[in-house]
């Protein structure tokens, strides 16, 4: 396994990825959709699966798509439905990016149960396994700026 770099930086990865790229900015919301009920689930899996097709439609021409949600990849506590749903991008929403051909850049900030380096073999393994890839996953670390992971999976 390839060790993450570490980035010893001064600037801020963010200023970094907004002076390189075209920003297609959406965010997904769904605090404002109800919930509780068989019903409501529907409804906020829905509006996800049409947030995702406009993303979709968004990046069609794309060679690499950046996914920036708030905390980073899926976790077991938290559903796509809940109202904390958002802040993370689950592997079923990666695969239809990845199998059209693009490059994946994803944001995960890092949580405070295990060391970095354990989180980073975790997940590399983790997207290699759910995206049947079978290339490196590169990781870039930034410990400077609370912690933020970049997962760089190139096609």
Request: proline content about 6%.
């Amino acid at each position: 396994m390839t060790p993450p770099k570490y980035i010893k930086s001064t600037r801020d990865p963010w200023e970094c990825i907004s002076e390189r790229f075209e920003l297609i900015e959406k965010p997904l919301m769904l605090s404002h959709l109800p919930k509780g009920n068989s019903a409501a689930i529907d409804t906020r899996l829905r509006h996800r699966r049409e947030w995702l097709k406009g993303a979709l439609k968004a990046t069609k021409d794309c060679d690499l798509v950046f996914f920036d949600p708030d905390n980073g990849l899926e976790v077991k506590s938290t559903k796509a439905h809940h109202d904390k749903g958002p802040k993370f991008v689950f592997y079923d929403e990666l695969l239809p990016f990845w199998q059209r051909g693009q490059s994946l850049v994803i944001y995960q900030h890092k949580n405070m149960h295990e060391k970095a380096e354990t989180q980073i073999e975790n997940r590399k393994r983790e997207l290699r396994e759910r995206l049947g890839y079978t290339g490196e996953v590169e990781a870039y670390y930034y410990p400077k700026f609370g912690g933020r992971i970049f997962f760089v999976i190139r096609r």
